[in-house]
């Protein structure tokens, strides 16, 4: 995936985000929406929607949502893990 650039306060988010999808549970659903994550975290959906789209090589899915395993290896990625 190509690196892109992304703001501070996209990336002072984004461990939050990650700490979130690391402790859901193995054996629970396999995509989340940014709507569920938003909800979650307290935070505003667009935001998080945004936030997703600077850092993930996916879209979100209407009526399915991100892929949980994508995601956090996105998240991993833009911060070089």
């Known amino acids: 995936m190509e690196q ?7 990336l002072k988010r984004l461990p939050v985000y990650l700490a979130y999808l690391k ?13 569920s994550l938003a909800g979650a975290l307290g935070m505003g959906e667009v935001q998080v929607r945004k936030d997703l789209a600077a850092v993930s090589s996916q879209a979100g899915k209407p009526k399915k949502g991100f892929d949980i395993a994508l995601l956090t290896q996105d998240i991993e990625h833009s911060f070089g893990y």
Request: hydrophobic fraction near 25%.
């Open 23 to 35: 402790n859901l549970p193995e054996d629970g659903p396999t995509h989340i929406s940014a709507t």
């Open 4 to 10: 892109k650039k992304v703001s501070k306060s996209v």
